[in-house]
């Protein structure tokens, strides 16, 4: 008896020790090129992220990009650091996933409804992107936790 109790202890510290947390998801990320690197933050429970770096390579005469690709020609002149390209995840504990946000793609200017897990590396976030609400008919990337420096 007092092992199946030790053992039922210790399935629980377990369970306690490698169940994931809304906020896992902040921090600073590469995207899955290795170009950009995105900032997740959270607000009431709400993430979003914003590009906060971009290699060098990418800039044309010495300037970030601009956004051209977005279909509101007002924003296309916009630089493509410190626009916000995630938006609107919430945590579900029940399914271990960010859902219910939008994804931005500034390559091609268009937006889809997206979620967010990991699998077994908290340093390895997956998201996928889709359209008309059918999560299998979508793209999926994944970006690699890093530092801002």
Do not use: H
């Not at 629980?12 to 995207?31: H, M, Y």
Request: proline content about 5%; hydrophobic content about 35%.
């Amino acid at each position: 008896m007092k092992k199946i109790l030790i053992l039922f202890l210790f399935g629980l510290w377990l369970n306690t020790v490698s169940a994931q947390k809304a906020s896992d998801i902040t921090g600073t990320w590469w995207n899955d090129e290795k170009t950009s690197k995105i900032e997740v933050v959270e607000e009431d429970g709400v993430f979003s992220g914003t590009i906060v770096y971009l290699i060098p390579e990418k800039y044309e005469n010495g300037q970030p990009p601009k956004d051209d690709e977005n279909p509101d020609p007002a924003l296309r002149n916009r630089s493509v650091v410190g626009l916000q390209i995630l938006s609107s995840l919430k945590y579900d504990a029940s399914e271990q996933e960010w859902q219910g946000g939008r994804i931005y793609d500034p390559k091609s200017g268009k937006t889809y409804d997206c979620f967010g897990w990991f699998k077994d590396d908290p340093n390895t976030l997956f998201l996928k992107g889709y359209v008309v609400g059918i999560k299998w008919l979508g793209k999926s990337t994944e970006w690699t936790r890093t530092s801002l420096n």
